[in-house]
Each structure stands twice: as structure tokens, then as C-alpha cells.
């Protein structure tokens, strides 16, 4: 686990252009336009966490705080928060970050077979109070999750399979236009690079593809989604033998996050995202809806420092109301 204390943890279970590529294997001849910059600026998980744990911590934050727990997206990993961890703990010091590696993905070990909502609901749920158990101060849990990881912390959350949290950020995924983009994921996975020649050219790819729209965020996520096998690398997670679980990540996905009675924000890049659920769900102010424009799928890692500050804002909001209701609770003792 990869802990930032300000605190972040990774669990352990343990503008566009395209290129004419090879799927095969890219690049065919290695770029170099970017290679000095990504050189220069690939960072390692320890600049942006302190600590890293295969375990979950056996100590925690000792001071009241606010916890934010994330979940990455289908293929991503815990690193994908890492440049937000960073603004986030230099912008609002009292709020820890847990950002944790799901099954198979990142540094996690676990059967990239068995990824099905359920599979992935208990080990969230398990990891959040194995790390919680460790908090000798008061803290105030909030979920954050990206597209695939916004739908797990959602459900989380409307089922009441973790109590006491504070608050919900769900980001850039919606119900309609998930299931809209599964019908063309097989093709979209088909034109991506199976493997690379070097961390470098597999970064130049993130890049110019759009998957990342920042050097350092890139520089960091995209080496943790890449397995080095016989002197190339490529991706840790087989995205296509998913596809049985594709559908059920989201279906539902909207009604359970207009029933949330908890205080929640939907992060997005356009705000014509919003299916009809939603729209009528906004309209009658039912949740906050925040857009976050000039970036792509990955909000976090594309503008770190604006979702940061929506973060920091929405927590020390939600965070006071907990405060408040855990005192009232107490008075009635």
C-alpha cells in the first residue's frame, strides 16, 4: 500500500493527433520529439506518496482529518491520482489520500478474471476498513472514483456497504454514454498498441493519442499500467477479457447515483454527458455537477490542480456537516 501522510495508499492485494502504427508493437521507429522531456520529467511513485505497503497500514493518521479513498478506471491504476494527490495534499494539508490499486491492476496481484462488480465492491470495501481500523484520531471517509472506479464507489455508497462516508466524487463516467462507448471498445482496443520498445515510447503514445493530455501525469500512470515481458512491454490487464463484466459495471449506474443519499458530485468533461436521469435529477438539485473543460476521459490526471480544488472545496464542506452531526449524535447520548 502507498501511503502520502498527508496519507495516499495504494492497495496491494497482493489538439488530438493520430499516428499511422503498427498495432503490433509500436513505435516502429522510436519518437523522439518528446523523449528528452519525458526523460527528464518521469517521476517515480515515491514523489508523490511517502510510503508504499504490500498490507494495509498499521497506523494512521493521528490528527483529526478528512480520508479521501480512490478507485482508478478499467486499466488504469493508483498512480493515475498521483499528480491530484499532490496538489490536493499541498492545498489542503489536513485531507488524507488512499489511492488504491484495484485486482490485477497496478501492484495489485489478484485473477483479472474474476473483475465483476460484486469481485471488486468487497475488495474496496475490505481495504477501506482495513486501513480505517488503523486511525487512532477522528476521520471523516470520502470516495473518489474514476469512470469504472466512479461506478464501484457509487454503489458503494447508495448500498450503504461502508458506513459512515462523508461524501462522493464520481468522475467523467455516466451510465448512457458508458454503455454507448462499450459497442465500439473492442475496435478502440483493437487500434491500440499491444506492446512498446520503451517506457519513453509508450508515454510519446499516451500523449499523442490523447489517453493523457499531461507530460508528468503520463510520465508517471501510464509505466504502472505496463508489464516489461521479454524485452518489451505491455499492458498489465487484458481489457478484452473483461468484456463479460463490461456491461454490469454500469448499467444502473445513474438511478444509483440519483438514490445516493449522500452528499456526492458528478466531475465531468462536457456537460452534454448527462442522461436523461441525470439531467431531470440536476435540474431538481438533487446532486452537484461540476465540468472541467479543456481535458479528456482522465480529469485527474489531465488538470490536476482544478479537480483539486473542487475536491478540497466539496471535502472541507461535507466534512464540517459531518462534524456537526457527529456532535449532535453525541448530544443525544
Known amino acids: 500500500m502507498s501511503v502520502n501522510r498527508n496519507m495516499s495508499a495504494s492497495r496491494n492485494m497482493k489538439t488530438r493527433q493520430r499516428t499511422n502504427t503498427n498495432r503490433s508493437h509500436y513505435p516502429p521507429q522510436s519518437p523522439r520529439k518528446l523523449a528528452n522531456e519525458i526523460v527528464t520529467s518521469r517521476g517515480k511513485w515515491q514523489d508523490y506518496f511517502d510510503e508504499h505497503h504490500i498490507e494495509t497500514t498499521e497506523r494512521g493518521p493521528d490528527e483529526e482529518q478528512a480520508v479521501l479513498f480512490t478507485h482508478h478506471g478499467a486499466g488504469y491504476s493508483a498512480l493515475s491520482f498521483a499528480t491530484l494527490t499532490r496538489e490536493l495534499c499541498l492545498e489542503y494539508p489536513h485531507i488524507a ?3 488504491i490499486d484495484a485486482r490485477a491492476h497496478g501492484s495489485s496481484s489478484g485473477d483479472e478474471c474474476d473483475l465483476s462488480l460484486d469481485c471488486l465492491l468487497s475488495d474496496y470495501v475490505t481495504v477501506v476498513e482495513n486501513v480505517c481500523r488503523s486511525f487512532s484520531a477522528p476521520h471523516y471517509v470520502f470516495l473518489a472514483g474514476h469512470s469504472l472506479g466512479g461506478a464501484v464507489v457509487c454503489r458503494i455508497a447508495t448500498q450503504n456497504l461502508l458506513a459512515d462516508v462523508a461524501g462522493v466524487i464520481v468522475i467523467d463516467i455516466v451510465e448512457e454514454a458508458a454503455l454507448l462507448a462499450l459497442r465500439s471498445m473492442p475496435a ?4 491500440r498498441p499491444v506492446s512498446f520498445s ?3 515510447d509508450a508515454i510519446y503514445w499516451a ?3 490523447g489517453t493523457c493530455r499531461n507530460t508528468e501525469s503520463a510520465s508517471i500512470s501510464i509505466p504502472d499500467q505496463l508489464v516489461r515481458t521479454e524485452g518489451i512491454f505491455q499492458w498489465k490487464v487484458n481489457l478484452l477479457q473483461c468484456r463479460p463484466f463490461w456491461e454490469d459495471w454500469f448499467r444502473g449506474l445513474s438511478q444509483a447515483f440519483v438514490d445516493c443519499a449522500i452528499p456526492r458530485v458528478l466531475v465531468l468533461a462536457e456537460r452534454e454527458y448527462l442522461d436523461r436521469t441525470l439531467m431531470i435529477a440536476s435540474m431538481q438539485g438533487k446532486f452537484q455537477n461540476s465540468i472541467i473543460r479543456n481535458t479528456g476521459h ?4 489531465d488538470q490536476p490542480n482544478l479537480l483539486a480544488q473542487l475536491i478540497g472545496t466539496f471535502v472541507d464542506r461535507n466534512m464540517a456537516v459531518a462534524r456537526l452531526n457527529a456532535q449532535r449524535v453525541a448530544l443525544n447520548r
Open 97 to 99: 489520500v488512499v489511492s
Open 207 to 209: 500523449l499523442m493519442s
Open 188 to 191: 478502440t482496443l483493437a487500434r
Open 198 to 200: 520503451t517506457l519513453e
Open 298 to 301: 482522465a480529469i485527474q490526471e
